[in-house]
């Protein structure tokens, strides 16, 4: 190729670099200049369309979760241009619930593949006086009774306690790292609540009885149960997109979560994967001995909660847990003690469980 017009009667990129000192240089640069554009501009739209809030909120777009507006991967609170729920009202820039009373600041803490962190998160007790005072039953015409399933939904559908929920289940979403670790750290979080009954004594036909938290309640008293437990991070993974149910074994009157999996990682084949939320331990271990009740024996009523996201075949606590249930059904040794305490730092995991 020469400083000439080619065959073509066009410029070749050689020729372009050779005629710089030409007038027509400075067409080849216009002509190239608007081709890089092109393929800038259609990566850049491309790129943008795949990028993501952790809800799944598409950049510069508010979320479904009002007011919160996604801003270069995180939510971030705009009610001025995504506006706010029915229930809240904007107040300063800020959707306000008429729950929000009397504030009271709580850090939930969790563990993440060894690393101990804590999320710092604000609860209410106008929320707690609101929800303490529903009533404690469920009423059916003719002789239709409500099942465990129905008072699990009527816990976790309360509209005024996802309100003040869901700025939680968005500071997780926010971190920046995979969806499973976000899951992760929900169980986690959960998990490390410390385990304890309510003070509160609950009347139901002239009879008594301990009185069974909502999961806000769980959060604002800093303890629960393993039902109440439970239901606090269902609802969380329920939010996060994940498919959701209950384990109930009834002879050790014991509550845990099933998240969904591979059938091959599952709880009797269920597919979803065993998760205690009484205290911290590894996702699929159902061999935890329990000090009130021993280990769960009898099969469980599943009650499913939502259809959603499973957990993919990167799951490393399978192998995990059963490297654990291998290490305590033969005795853990010195020859293998240093595989268990790795386990336990990586967990965080506790000496005991409690049931029920």
Known sequence: MNLKEDKEGGFGIENCIHLKY?????????????????????????????????????????????????????????????????LTEIRNGSCISKYQTNPKNITLKY??????????????????DYLSGLPNNIFYSGD?????????????NDEWQRELLLPLVT????????????????????????YGESEKI??????????????????YDEKGICGEKSE???FLLREMGYGVAFFYHQEENHESIGIKCPKIFSLDNTSYCFVETTGPSIITDNKILYVDS??????????????????????????????????????????????????????????VYRGG
Request: hydrophobic share 35%; charged share 25%; aromatic share 12%.
């Open 22 to 86: 030409e007038k027509n240089f400075f067409n080849c640069l216009i002509i190239f200049g608007g081709v890089l554009l092109i393929i800038v501009a259609g990566y850049y739209i491309i790129f943008n369309e795949s990028l993501k809030c952790g809800d799944g909120t598409s950049y510069n777009e508010c979320s479904s979760r009002k007011p919160y507006f996604c801003e270069e991967g995180i939510l971030v609170e705009n009610a001025s241009v995504c506006g706010c729920s029915n």
């Open 111 to 128: 563990t993440l593949r060894g690393q101990k962190e804590e999320i710092d998160f604000v609860v209410y007790n106008g929320l707690v």
């Open 144 to 156: 239709n009774k409500p099942s465990r399933g129905d008072f699990k939904l009527r816990n976790l």
């Open 171 to 194: 500071e997780i979403q926010n971190l920046e790292m995979s969806d499973t670790d976000k899951m992760r750290i929900a169980v986690s979080l959960v998990q490390n609540i410390p």
């Open 202 to 219: 609950g009347d139901l036909a002239g009879k008594t009885f301990t009185y069974s938290r909502y999961p806000y309640e769980v959060l």
């Open 232 to 234: 606090l991070l269902a």
């Open 294 to 351: 021993g280990k769960l024996e009898s099969e469980p009523e599943v009650i499913f909660i939502s259809e959603g996201d499973s957990l993919g075949w990167n799951l490393y606590e399978y192998d995990d847990a059963k490297e654990l249930i291998k290490l305590k059904n033969n005795g853990v040794s010195m020859f293998s003690s240093r595989n268990f305490d790795e386990l336990k730092e990586k967990y965080g995991l506790v000496e």
